[in-house]
Nanobody, 126 residues
Framework: QVQLVESGGGLVQAGGSLRLSCAASGRTSRSYAMGWFRQAPGKEREFVAAIIWSGGSTYYADSVKGRFTMSRDNAKNTVYLQMTSLKTEDTAVYYC???????????????????WGQGTQVTVSS
């Protein structure tokens, strides 16, 4: 199994910044990539960003491209989501997830992920 623990959420004003962290433990060797998803009240969970552990290739949702940056620290088994120019519509619970190598789904698809963190709340006020 892979355990994921997110941190770094909170309340911030529009235009501000936050950095989320997700620390992975357990059988991290089976993880091919990591993703961030978010879910706002009354809405479906949506893809935010993903990163491949080996090589660091990244993927972003159009809604966050240019504002959010995902990075990883392989030595610490930790990924980060640096969020800047935050908007009220970024308010959601943010989840990190682990993407195993043996899946047919792409990193933007939530079905590609088999382990999820508990989520961290991000609230952007106007």
């Amino acid at each position: 199994q892979v355990q994921l623990v997110e941190s770094g959420g909170g309340l911030v004003q529009a235009g501000g910044s936050l950095r989320l962290s997700c620390a992975a433990s357990g059988r991290t060797s089976r993880s091919y990539a990591m993703g961030w998803f978010r879910q706002a009240p009354g809405k479906e969970r949506e893809f935010v960003a993903a990163i491949i552990w080996s090589g660091g290739s990244t993927y972003y949702a159009d809604s966050v491209k240019g504002r959010f940056t995902m990075s990883r620290d392989n030595a610490k088994n930790t990924v980060y989501l640096q969020m800047t120019s935050l908007k009220t519509e970024d308010t959601a619970v943010y989840y990190c997830a682990s993407h195993p190598a043996y899946t047919l789904y792409m990193p933007r698809d939530h079905r590609a992920y088999d382990y999820w963190g508990q989520g961290t709340q991000v609230t952007v006020s106007s």
